[in-house]
């Protein structure tokens, strides 16, 4: 729910906290290691569109409160959705399926990631739909979708655009976590700090940005935009009527998440029959 108080935003599941020239937008479930359930998608898309339309703010930084950036989807709300509803939103995300509110802007301000703990799944795509990305030493990167039973395309479209390299398939394909430091060293993040010099590195990014015209910064952000957000639209075209997310596959792993045991993988598809081999 967002609720206004004196002119300014509030958010619940998001902190948004204007500064100078820079507005800081932070992930706010601590508790739940920022584990992205319909609200707070709801609300990040919205504190998006509220800093690309004030015309005072010109980069926005976004963080997680807490242990980590985020932790992923909320497995207990997207995840174990019933079939039938399921079926009826065409996915976890339900009317929600948009995701990624930044691609949809008009103003084209650019935003930095700053990420600490775990960036895993949604978090994982978040940053990397950012324009620039901080990352804290240590922290580790996923992509989860492929272990969920879901296509992870989007996902491998940013790495491999941020990358331009084999590594984009093989954390597509196994799903395996990896760091910040290998991140850096793919290209997919521009800096790796200590954790305790995030926010001011972050900010000294964003310090660099403002000495430029801000017109022509936006008609770059526009043009890096398009062409990855063009990419990931192609790759939708080729998996969203799979309808992975009524597989057996998909309702074991959520199953299993919630249960902590290991998933039993069956490879069968929304009709119950098995994918060719």
């Known amino acids: 729910m967002t609720t206004r108080d004196n002119g300014a935003t509030k958010f619940e599941t998001v902190r948004y906290e204007p500064k100078g020239a820079i507005c800081h937008i932070v992930l706010n479930r601590p508790e739940k290691l920022n584990a992205a359930n319909d ?8 504190a998006f569109f509220e800093f690309d339309a004030d015309p005072e703010l010109k980069v926005a930084i976004v963080s997680g409160a807490g242990r980590a950036f985020c932790s992923g ?107 910040a430091e290998e991140a ?46 063009e990419m990931q639209r192609q790759s939708r075209y080729y998996t969203q009527g799979l309808g992975l997310h009524l597989s057996e596959d998909f309702q074991e792993s959520a199953r299993a998440f919630i249960e902590k045991r290991k998933p039993a993988f069956k490879g069968r598809s929304r009709a119950g029959h098995r994918w060719r081999t």
């Open 39 to 46: 609200q707070l998608v709801e609300e990040v898309n919205d």
């Open 184 to 229: 850096h060293q793919h290209g997919m993040v521009n800096r790796v700090v200590p954790g305790a010099e995030l926010i001011s590195a972050a900010e000294a990014l964003a310090a660099e940005i403002l000495e430029n015209p801000p017109l022509s910064v936006r008609a770059n952000v526009r043009v890096m935009r398009w062409f990855v957000n």
């Open 73 to 179: 989807a909320d497995v207990r709300q997207r995840q174990l959705r019933t079939r039938e509803e399921l079926k009826r939103l065409g996915g976890p995300a339900g009317r929600r399926s948009r995701e990624n509110g930044l691609a949809d802007a008009v103003n084209w301000k650019p935003v930095i990631a700053a990420v600490h703990g775990y960036a895993l799944g949604l978090g994982y795509s978040l940053s990397q739909s950012c324009d620039l990305v901080v990352a804290a030493a240590g922290t580790k990167f996923q992509i989860r979708e492929v272990q969920r039973g879901l296509a992870s395309g989007q996902h491998w479209v940013a790495t491999w655009f941020w990358t331009g390299s084999r590594f984009a398939n093989e954390v597509a394909l196994t799903g395996r976590m990896f760091t």
